[in-house]
């Protein structure tokens, strides 16, 4: 399969940064999917598409809009502010953000995969494929205005998670032979190339939360509307897992490997945020 990109260099001018530049800071963790961040998805393979997708993020999210470091929806956000808070209270310091990678099938709640085989549908099929698409998506959507008509994108990025799923599998089934997109070439043509083969719980940049802000309104992301406000500061340059960065909820879980988590492992992490500090005992167990 190959996509067809515009780019935003925003993510490809970040630096370098070494952990090690970092001893003696605070930190929180949560997850982040593998979606690409910056620029548009204008087309797959021989596909070129009448309404690009924008591609939001993803972990590179911190590095395409200014004055933001992660988005989510509001409670989450809110417990994560909280976090940074009483952390700079107890340490004086705002926190870093180490965002883990999730599971490929993680950016499937952002609206960017369903997008994806929308757009391809629009493109691709003829009118009798539409109408039959149209019929099936009402079902769903009453209201729903055709897939062919640019108002199609608000209304589906509006529906529950639950009804973009439901609309996402009957599409992967019932039209991938149909000229449409399967959910599997939609995940990839939306997914960071950088993380196509990258491992579950990674860490891969690095942000600060500004502790002490009250939390974005209007992140501009469509799926998660919260922002955290804060800067990405760069690209780690070693490969290392979340759980490596937290030994003592590896103990606490009795994990046998930490560059190796169970899907248990990363399910239990992912139910709220973790903090940690980067001490000169961790960087010495993590190489540095």
């Not at 996509?3 to 997850?31: C, H, K, W, Y």
């Not at 953000?97 to 709640?109: I, Q, V």
């Amino acid at each position: 399969m190959t996509r067809n990109v515009q780019l935003n260099p925003g993510a490809a001018n970040a630096p370098t940064v070494s952990l090690a530049d970092f001893e003696g800071r605070p930190f929180i963790t949560s997850m982040a999917d593998r979606t690409a961040a910056g620029g548009k998805l204008v087309g797959v393979d021989d596909v070129q598409f009448n309404r690009p997708v924008e591609l939001f993020g993803g972990q590179d999210y911190m590095f395409n809009n200014p004055g933001q470091v992660w988005s989510s929806g509001k409670q989450p956000a809110k417990a994560l502010m909280k976090y940074a808070d009483e952390i700079k209270s107890a340490t004086g310091q705002n926190p870093l953000y180490l965002p883990y990678r999730m599971a490929p099938t993680g950016g499937d709640f952002a609206q960017m995969t369903g997008e994806t085989m929308l757009a391809y549908a629009d493109a691709s099929m003829g009118k009798m494929q539409k109408k039959q698409l149209d019929k099936l998506i009402k079902q769903y959507i009453p209201d729903w205005v055709g897939v062919s008509n640019p108002a199609s994108v608000d209304q589906f990025r509006q529906m529950p998670d639950l009804t973009r799923k439901a609309i996402k599998d009957k599409m992967d089934v019932r039209f991938r032979d149909e000229g449409g997109l399967n959910i599997g070439s939609a995940r990839l043509a939306v997914s960071d190339p950088a993380q196509l083969e990258a491992r579950q719980g990674g860490i891969m940049n690095v942000g600060e939360i500004y502790a002490g802000k009250p939390i974005i309104t209007e992140s501009g992301h469509p799926a998660y509307p919260s922002g955290i406000p804060g800067r990405g500061i760069g690209t780690v340059n070693q490969d290392t897992s979340i759980f490596e960065m937290l030994p003592e909820y590896v103990k606490a879980r009795n994990i046998a490997d930490p560059r190796m988590p169970s899907d248990a492992d990363m399910r239990s992490i992912s139910m709220k945020p973790y903090a940690g500090v980067i001490t000169n005992k961790l960087l010495k167990q993590l190489g540095y």
